[in-house]
């Protein structure tokens, strides 16, 4: 993660916004006598509360590993023909 002050972060507001916007990259912004922050796009947060989210549900981490596990071994489920034109809606 890149990092800058925040005079410089405050001078050059726009290209370090748009940056971070643009790279899906966050910037940790640093002051002397304070919390340090970070800016990221909104979209970008959203994902990382997402995934979070997910890690921290227990169910949902135990379908996943199950997924995994009958994926990798061939034993998981395969659709007919039919249920594919119905999913796609053929």
């Known amino acids: ?10 001078d050059n507001l726009k290209s370090f916004v748009d940056q971070s916007t643009a790279s899906h990259m966050p910037l940790k912004v640093t002051r002397r006598n ?3 922050f970070i800016i990221m796009s ?3 947060w959203e994902r990382e509360q997402e995934t979070l989210y997910v ?5 949902l981490m135990r379908q996943i590993a199950e997924s995994l ?11 007919t ?6 999913i796609v809606g053929v």
């Open 55 to 59: 890690l921290q549900n227990n169910d």
């Open 1 to 10: 993660m890149d990092s800058v002050s925040v005079n410089k972060f405050r």
């Open 42 to 44: 909104a979209t970008d």
């Open 69 to 79: 596990h009958t994926y990798t071994t061939g034993t998981g489920y395969t659709p």
């Open 81 to 86: 023909a039919e249920d594919i034109n119905e």
């Open 34 to 36: 304070g919390e340090d």
